[in-house]
């Protein structure tokens, strides 16, 4: 939808997704085995903050600025 209304901010939101997704594809399940419960605790601060600033930031503003372009 971004890329199809054109959002100015597309490119950057996009960037965010991606180095959301190499960080948990870089997540080293060998170090779980050693440091589970600090590991997964790191893991779940993680993915928790980013999705919370994520959401009330970047896809807040996504959203008003559909509201403002009446989409």
Avoid: G
Avoid at 45 to 56: G, K, R
């Amino acid at each position: 939808l971004m890329e199809k209304i054109q959002y100015p901010k597309y490119f950057s939101h996009l960037v965010e997704h991606q180095d959301f997704i190499e960080k948990i594809n870089d997540f080293d399940l060998h170090e779980l085995d050693h440091a589970q419960q600090q590991q997964l605790r790191e893991l779940v601060d993680f993915i928790m903050t980013w999705l919370v600033e994520h959401v009330l930031e970047k896809d807040k503003a996504f959203a008003t600025y559909c509201r403002e372009k009446n989409m």
